[in-house]
């Protein structure tokens, strides 16, 4: 294996451990929602704190992926890229777009009602962030089996 093998698939071991963790990061974090809503009798700010994180573990994850996706193109050639991977990078592009239109405010939504101890409101809100991540969630596979079609 040569030199430039070797660091191909170095980028494409942190591609996928990156989008791995970009979707894994969310896992259980709709169920925590739920029970912390359930359980809600003031300000939810455990829960916040875990929301912020798993934003800033999202954005991470995202840029990793997008950075190793380019240096694997620049690297391979864009000219022998596969059609499918070109779609997967656009429904990746889709996710974020998804994430900054739909799912950033209605986790601020969220927020907001946790801080306030607002129950009702904390339901609404979180039923949009839900919905928002199955979007993100079906975004991601798709992109995974696009990316998976040219291996």
Known sequence: MGENDVLTVILTALHIAFAAVWFGNRIGLTSDISETIHDMDGPA???IRRMVRSARFD???A???FVTGALL???IGPGDVGVSVWLGAA???ALV???LLLTRPARKDLKDALAGGLRPEAVAAAKKVSAAMNVE???WAFA???MLIET
């Open 45 to 47: 700010e455990g829960l």
């Open 59 to 61: 954005w991470m994850a």
């Open 63 to 65: 840029a990793g992926v």
């Open 73 to 75: 193109v620049v690297r």
């Open 91 to 93: 429904a990746a592009l």
């Open 97 to 99: 777009v998804v994430t």
């Open 137 to 139: 969630g079906l975004l």
């Open 144 to 146: 995974l089996t696009l």
